[in-house]
């Protein structure tokens, strides 16, 4: 509750301004309100509502396990693990740290291989770790029943904190800098102005501030509304029990992972402190909790976490005649897919946000409010942190149904094992395209996207196919391949309506873009330009293809998840020119007519001259197609000849009904395809191949570039720099040696035996008829061409060695002419 006027009299008044305000005094409150004061911000302050910690942090179990999926988020809990130790010699006050290590554990063969596949991206960061035994795991935890393990991987760098201490260390460091915090503070609004924050409202006045920075954890999505801003995290209750003190408990000993169990237990003050992501978890509405709740649980429920406790008294048999001294139900706020909020709101200058921790939040505190420090202060991420960026979501997100289905879900998948092609099931289908129904019919099994449903691979309709998740070839592979095999030898159709499509008009359009595109878009209408738009550093913001309209317009096709990213850097950088970025995705619908024999066929439906000659590749027409009026875009992403067909949605399935009349056998095929497709060609993508710390000179992708003029653009001088001094790596395609072979992503990369770099695409190249992969590989003062004629490589896929074959050509029709008919 808000204070009485006696005790609102006895606190400390609001300053009139601050260079920043954040709200949340849990940890990444606390730790962003550090890094700013840090980073030079002057007059920084924190808003909490009740206590410093309240909420969720004072409760969390505040282990800090370093690896993540990607080398940056791990480097966000690499540099939390220091942080925390080296706090107090800073501050003088401790922070709980200690090295503990974590040890997981494996009972079948599958979730051998999950952890095996964690401990070679850990060898690739540079995590070290150890594959044991079940033997040398039961030396690691002796009171663990070890009968039913096949394996075990052991971090022996991990550690944990004491959560209250470690948000005190990094406030007293923070007050240190000049930084102030004011408790039961609420915020109750902002001041917006001009689309920015020029305010933060509160019960007890209002701050003026350019930047505002939404820490506020449970209350997140609430603090978010009051400045119309979407925020897709929910709450969830999150169980762990605490024993009193047990015979034999090994002080200070590694967590232990026991996820075919959903479990994480560890010791605590002689007892044992056993955690669970239980499959059945449960939403809590943040509005029915009591407006004063602050170091308050949940009611404990014997029942619903009975399930969790028989796994346990497997695992730990001591458990058995161990007395209870507490079963904590906390609140805790997750996102739709499982990773955290950071970043500029799109849509609201100035608007901060950093929630939605997912439980990691103690783990990834430090580093992820260092970065959203360095954010705040140069404008734009510190590195690639699409996972968590705030722009990866659209308004669909952030409704209240949709987080109440999808959310428990995330949290019962905490633990699952990682089976490439795992799709959620709750909250589907919330936006379908105008061929989903004929897709459906035609057996097309959807994967979503953005909130789209995308058809992935066709099934048999009469026969299903049993989807049964798997490591190794999964259960489409077949029907990919007959999907692929179309594309290379006969013709297919895809619908790639969910492209993300911005429509930029004024007449500063081409100015406006001739900045933000590293390629040159200064073309005739009709033209259409491949092209990067790149940040200061050089590396891809985004990677895409612009449409030369009319002297005034242009629209620019991007990826699916991309368009809420892209407009906000368009509108960002458009500033007083007269240009206006237009998302006009839900109306148009793109259908993409690719193979050899795509020209026949469009060709007995168009009058219009479709040769190479009269309609070379990136150029585009208007068509007549049977009776619908098309925009043709002479475009392929498979490699072969093709086209992708651009209309009005409600003329989409009058189209497709055209085409197929047309060519009876004409197959339609999915998204998985098309990335089987691509890769063969060494076709780069956005978020895997070319990301915010990729360069077009390190993606082979310099053609792409004004370079070779002197026409200016963002980005170009690190692409100068890099270009004299040469770049430190290169992106190459692999062929795997061994066809039987399969290649997930994201593994090591090594040559003789040592690291140089990681895979960033993989597939089964079904024409070449092997494995097919793309990855960065360090150059180490060599060319490129010298790394790669030297040969020696193989693939680390869950610790072992798959022999590879590198070139920097694309291992299908490196020379393009297939496009060139």
Not at 16 to 32: E, F, N, P, Y
Not at 320 to 330: D, I, P, Q, S, V
Not at 765 to 782: C, E, F
């Amino acid at each position: 509750m808000p204070p009485s006027s006696t005790e609102a009299s006895a606190l400390p008044a609001l300053p009139a301004h601050a260079g920043a305000v954040v709200i949340g005094g849990g940890i990444l409150g606390c730790s962003t309100l550090y890094h700013l004061a840090k980073e030079g911000c002057r007059d920084v302050v924190l808003l909490e509502r009740q206590q410093l910690t309240s909420g969720t942090t004072w409760h969390s179990a505040a282990q800090v396990r370093q690896l993540r999926s990607s080398r940056n988020l791990t480097e966000l809990i690499r540099y939390s693990a220091k942080l925390y130790a080296e706090l107090e010699e800073e501050t003088g006050q401790s922070t709980g740290w200690m090295r503990t290590g974590s040890l997981s554990i494996a009972t079948n063969a599958d979730r051998f291989t999950h952890i095996k596949r964690q401990a070679s991206l850990a060898r690739l960061f540079g995590i070290p770790v150890n594959v044991l035994t079940p033997a040398e795991a039961k030396a690691l935890w002796p009171m663990m029943n070890a009968d039913d393990l096949v394996g075990a991987v052991h971090s022996p760098d991990d550690g944990r904190v004491n959560p209250s201490d470690l948000c005190q260390a990094l406030v007293k460091g923070a007050k240190a800098r000049g930084a102030r915090v004011f408790e039961h503070t609420t915020v109750t609004g902002f001041v917006i102005e001009g689309g920015r924050v020029r305010g933060v409202e509160t019960d007890r006045g209002t701050i003026r501030t350019d930047v505002a920075v939404n820490c506020a954890g449970l209350w997140g999505r609430h603090v978010g509304r009051l400045a119309g801003v979407d925020i897709p995290l929910y709450a969830c209750e999150h169980f762990y029990l605490l024993t009193k003190p047990i015979d034999g408990i090994t002080p200070h000993g590694p967590t232990l992972s026991d996820h075919d169990g959903h479990l994480y237990i560890r010791d605590e003050v002689g007892g044992l402190l056993v955690g669970c992501f239980e499959p059945q978890a449960r939403a809590v509405a943040v509005a029915d909790l009591p407006r004063d709740f602050a170091f308050d649980l949940l009611n404990e429920d014997w029942d619903h976490f009975e399930p969790m406790m028989l796994n346990a008294l497997h695992r730990i048999p001591a458990l058995e005649t161990a007395e209870a001294r507490l079963l904590l139900n906390g609140p805790e706020s997750f996102t739709p897919d499982g990773n955290f909020l950071l970043g500029e709101a799109p849509g609201l200058g100035g608007f901060f946000v950093g929630c939605g921790m997912n439980s990691v939040g103690i783990a990834s505190g430090g580093g992820a409010g260092r970065a959203l420090a360095r954010w705040i202060t140069t404008g734009q991420a510190p590195s690639d942190l699409w996972s968590v960026d705030i722009r990866r979501f659209g308004p669909y997100a952030a409704n209240r149904q949709v987080l109440r289905e999808r959310v428990p879900e995330e949290l019962g998948l905490h633990y699952a094992v990682s089976y490439p092609g795992r799709k959620p099931a709750t909250a589907r289908g919330l936006k379908r395209t105008p061929l989903h129904d004929r897709l459906a019919a035609k057996g097309a099994r959807f994967g979503p996207r953005f909130g789209w449903e995308r058809a992935e691979w066709f099934d048999d309709p009469q026969n299903e196919t049993d989807v049964s998740l798997r490591f190794g070839r999964p259960a489409w592979f077949d029907a990919e391949a007959a999907d692929h095999r179309a594309a290379r030898d006969d013709v297919a159709l895809f619908d790639q309506s969910t492209f993300g499509k911005i429509l930029v008009q004024g007449p500063d359009s081409e100015r406006l873009l001739q900045h933000l595109c590293a390629a040159d878009v200064a073309v005739a209408p009709g033209r259409l330009v491949y092209t990067p738009m790149l940040n200061d550093r050089g590396g891809y913001e985004s990677d895409l293809t612009v449409h030369r309209l009319a002297e005034d317009a242009y629209l620019m096709v991007t990826g699916t998840a991309q368009p809420v990213r892209d407009l906000a850097w368009l509108r960002r950088h458009a500033g007083d020119l007269r240009a206006v970025a237009t998302d006009v995705t839900g109306g148009t619908a793109v259908l993409s007519l690719m193979g050899p024999r795509s020209r026949d066929l469009l060709a007995g439906l168009t009058q219009a001259d479709l040769s190479l000659e009269a309609f070379p590749p990136f150029t585009s027409q208007t068509l007549d197609v049977g009776p619908v009026v098309v925009r043709a875009a002479r475009l392929s992403y498979v490699g072969e000849l093709g086209w992708e067909l651009y209309v009005p949605v409600e003329s989409a399935t009058l189209l497709y009904d055209t085409l197929h009349a047309a060519a009876p056998g004409l197959r339609d095929a999915g998204a998985l395809a098309l990335t089987s497709l691509r890769v063969e060609k060494a076709y780069r993508a956005w978020g895997h191949d070319v990301t915010p710390d990729d360069t077009p000179l390190e993606a082979g992708l310099a053609f792409a570039t004004k370079l070779k003029t002197d026409i200016p653009f963002l980005g170009r001088e690190a692409l100068e720099r890099q270009r004299d001094a040469g770049p430190a790596r290169r992106l190459m395609a692999f062929t795997a040696d061994d066809p039987a072979a399969v290649l997930y992503g994201d593994e090591p990369i090594l040559q003789d035996g040592r690291i140089v770099g990681q895979v960033t695409s993989a597939a089964h190249g079904h024409t070449v008829g092997r494995a097919v992969a793309l990855g960065y590989v360090s150059l180490r003062g060599a060319t490129a061409a010298q790394v790669a004629a030297a040969q020696g490589f193989t693939v680390e896929v869950a610790c072992d060695s798959v022999p590879v074959t590198a070139a920097l050509a694309a291992p299908y029709d490196p020379k393009g002419l297939r496009m060139r008919v």
